[in-house]
């Protein structure tokens, strides 16, 4: 109950962090709606194009963003040595992984909840509906649970905001995989029995990081 | 003398292996003799996926135990894993061509051999980045468990994804003796092969170690 009490406190900090500076959200923001843009002129903007490549698009702009956004989270603690701070705090690592997860799932649902809007206005297509909602929320787990394992890893190597990406990507597949194929058929108008099995493997995906990050996060920041 | 045995076992079961392929075997009615990489490709992909089950455990216990040795055979494994993994996705293109009249397809076992390449690259990049011994082992460990557990996920997602498409049928009815047999000498050449290399891998790593430690203390003697 404590590391939970503890989590919420870090996530808390960050997210006061973020309202101070604003430094993550507009430029990641700015960032999305760019990649969204050049898609558009790789793609065309026809209505039956935008059919066929509108949730592969979405999700790639998730993951670009994504990466982004986690790649601060602990950058921004290496910077001014902060996660020294972090580190002789009466925490426990495990509450450090769990603050920084919480942290991180609660900007990238942010910022996926300002891109969204204008993904629909851009691409002419209808966006809000329950599905998709609950797509994005558990991928979104999904990204955050590894990212955030990773990102720490990655803050430790000389070539920071490369290494990510490298180990990010791979790992994420089955979401990305997933989540592209359940909003496909959300968009086509497809019934909830028929995206059942793609929730399944993003949930176990989900439980599967989120338990082995948690376990072994206390590995990435010792010393 | 441990090695001195899998050596002269692992050579004599290869050429033996090169006769059973190359003569013994009788060539298969429809695909003709490029079939013949076929007893190469599977135990390629069987070592593969055994050399990453290997890192998987070894990272494991490195991590409980943190002696060198383990980080030794994790990523002596992981190298024998990524050449084992690489040859089978060339030894694939290569029969593809003449059997699918395609270089690559997306099929599940394919694609999920993909993903793991990219992460097995991830695993020595991140070692690449990240300086000292102790952290270098620590976190390949990390990628090396995170990375293991992914793949029944990805082959999950992708079979999923890929089922629309009928599934490929290498052989209608099973395999005939004479080729059963070749398989399987291959098989078992392949895992003394494996071992053999591994064994003399962590070896050479257990030594670069102990000289780069005799090279700091002379070092600091010296200074």
Known sequence: MKELRDAFTIASKDVLTEIRTREVLSSVVIFAVLVIIIFNFAFGSSEQAAGLVAPGILWVTFAFTGILSLNRSFILEKEEDCIEGLMVAPLSREAVYLGKFFGNVFFIILIQLIVIPIFSLLFNISFFNLELLLITILATLGFASVGTLFAAMAVNTRARELVLPILFFPVITPVIIAAVNASAQVLDGQSFGAIAQWLGVIGAFDVIFIVASYLIFSFIIEE | ?223
């Open chain 2, 1 to 223: 003398m441990k090695r001195k045995i899998l050596f002269a076992l692992s050579s004599v079961l290869i050429l033996l292996s090169f006769y059973m392929v190359l003569v013994f075997v009788p060539t298969e009615i429809d695909m003709g003799i490029v079939q013949r990489i076929f007893y190469y490709h599977v135990p390629l992909a069987w070592i593969a996926f055994l050399a990453f089950f290997v890192v998987f455990t070894g990272s494991i216990i490195y991590l409980a135990k943190r002696s060198t040795k383990w980080d030794n055979i994790a990523s002596a494994s992981a190298e024998i894993g990524l050449v084992f993994i690489s040859l089978m996705l060339i030894t694939g293109s290569i029969w593809a061509k003449p059997a699918w009249g395609v270089w690559w397809i997306w099929e599940p076992r394919l694609t999920t051999s993909l993903v793991l390449w990219f992460i097995y690259v991830a695993y020595f990049i991140v070692r690449g980045y990240v300086s000292g011994e102790e952290r270098k082992a620590r976190f390949g460990a990390v990628v090396g468990i995170i990375g293991f557990l992914n793949v029944p996920l990805v082959f999950l997602s992708v079979t999923l994804w890929r089922t629309q498409h009928p599934p490929l049928t290498i052989f209608s009815g099973g395999l005939e003796p004479p080729m059963l047999a070749t398989l399987l000498v291959c098989l078992v050449a392949f895992n003394f092969l494996y071992f053999y290399l591994l064994s003399e891998r962590s070896m050479m790593k257990n030594d670069e170690r102990m000289l780069s430690q005799i090279k700091e203390t002379m070092a600091r003697r010296n200074a």
